[in-house]
């Protein structure tokens, strides 16, 4: 009774032992593919979480530091002008890039599995997107501070021509212009270039100054049109 009870054991033995082996080697690559590839993406997939707050630190830097214009933007103008450029980033930029990467690298090693070079390839996109948007966030920093010297000088010139105005009308014997001093519309014509419009009593007739302030000091003269600057362009 005894020899049956020890060869029973070590046949139960055996068979444990023998599907703990198979149960491992039996995990199918394609399984370890996507529970390796669920991981990474819990861990460590960077480009989204990136691409919303690049996307936020670059409206706030089109609503401070606009590129171009010389009057900045609003925040959620450019959150969208943001968003778009880094969906360009994103989705066409950077999977252009890791296929040009992909090619110039070598071989896969050998015994690597379709299923890893997916994975190797998707990090690489992952990367290559994180870069792009955080490259991005630095070119619209560096063009807005390289842009900051014209809004600069732009307000300055518009204070300049304030007070240009001002005095002209001031030591005018105009009493009317005095009067209406509040009404002054101007419009830029060009780098320090202004034209300021005040309206008669009867708001019908305009006389309009052309300022350049460019010249030391300012140079101020009157306009011989009376045209009202809603009807030049721009007022």
């Known amino acids: 009774m005894s020899g049956s009870q020890t060869l029973l054991g070590e046949y139960r033995g055996s068979s444990l032992a023998h599907v703990g082996r198979t149960t491992l080697r039996d995990v199918s690559s394609g399984e370890r593919f996507w529970t390796s590839r669920i ?27 606009p590129p171009v214009a010389t009057a900045g933007l609003n925040y959620v103008e450019g959150v969208l002008i943001a968003t778009f450029g880094n969906l360009i980033l994103v989705g066409a930029l950077a999977p252009f890039l890791t296929n040009r990467l992909t090619r110039r690298r070598q071989a896969a090693p050998a015994g690597a599995t379709a299923a890893a070079v997916e994975v190797e390839v998707e990090v690489l996109r992952d990367r290559v997107g994180t870069a792009l948007v955080a490259a991005g966030v630095v070119a619209s920093l560096a063009s807005g501070l390289a842009n900051r010297p014209l809004i600069v000088s732009e307000t300055e010139a518009s204070e300049q021509n304030a007070r240009v105005v001002s005095d002209y009308v001031n030591r005018s014997r105009d009493e009317e212009l005095r009067r209406n001093i509040e009404t002054a519309n101007t419009i830029r014509l060009g780098e320090g270039y202004f034209r300021t419009c005040i309206a008669r009593d009867d708001r019908s007739r305009f006389v309009c100054l052309l300022v350049d302030t460019q010249k030391e000091p300012a140079d101020v003269r009157r306009d011989p049109s009376g045209v009202p600057n809603s009807l030049v362009g721009g007022g």
């Not at 707050?53 to 670059?58: S, Y």
Request: aromatic share 12%; hydrophobic share 60%; glycine share 8%.
């Open 39 to 65: 991981r990474w993406r819990l861990r460590g997939a960077t480009v989204w979480p990136a691409f919303v707050v690049t996307t936020l630190l670059d409206g706030l830097i089109l609503d401070l530091l």
